[in-house]
């Protein structure tokens, strides 16, 4: 039996976040990175690599996590 290693893809949140507001770590399966441009807000990072980010598109946000 294969054992699942769930610290890999843990992703701590910072207090504050407009999207995780009720606890202080998430578990992604299989992170990606994410390259982004000035007009978004980098959301969470893990180290210096962005894992998720949002930005305004007309009337609506855009969300975007960097998963497989």
């Known amino acids: 039996m294969k054992r699942i290693q769930f610290e890999t893809g843990a992703v701590f949140i910072n207090n504050g976040n407009e999207i995780f507001m009720s606890g202080p770590k998430i578990h992604i399966k299989e992170i990606s990175t994410i390259e982004v441009k000035s007009t978004t807000n ?15 598109y007309s009337k609506g946000k855009v969300f975007a996590i960097g998963d497989f």
């Not at 990072?45 to 998720?52: A, F, G, L």
């Open 42 to 56: 980098t959301l969470v990072k893990k180290e210096n690599d962005i894992i998720i980010a949002t930005a305004k």
